[in-house]
């Protein structure tokens, strides 16, 4: 079997499209295994929460208010090879009462 190696361009670019939410104070968050998280969003759907949505087939990521709509397939194009737009809660964000 042959492997190619990536050059640093393309590491570097595979790399930045893995990357994730960024926070700096890990006081202020919780993790939880909530079910809410693992739900898949057609584009244009409401939003159930709050928070940080990321596109599962690109990684693109928005905040979004609670029964907003999600962005419509026509927010951005996918590269070939990219999965479908699909929208999934990557940070819940939980307002005061």
């Known amino acids: 079997m042959i492997h190619r190696r990536i050059p640093a361009d393309e590491e570097v670019l595979h790399r930045e499209r893995l990357r994730v939410a960024q926070y ?3 006081e202020a968050l919780m993790q939880t295994s909530n079910a809410a998280f693992d739900t898949k969003h057609a584009p244009g759907t409401t939003a159930e929460n709050a928070g940080v949505y990321r596109c599962v087939g690109c990684g693109d990521e928005i905040a979004i208010a609670k029964g907003h709509r999600l962005p419509p397939l026509s ?3 996918h590269e070939p090879g990219q999965r479908k737009v699909e929208w999934q809660l ?3 964000a939980e307002g005061r009462k």
């Open 75 to 77: 927010h951005h194009e």
């Open 24 to 26: 700096k104070y890990r």
């Open 90 to 92: 990557l940070v819940f």
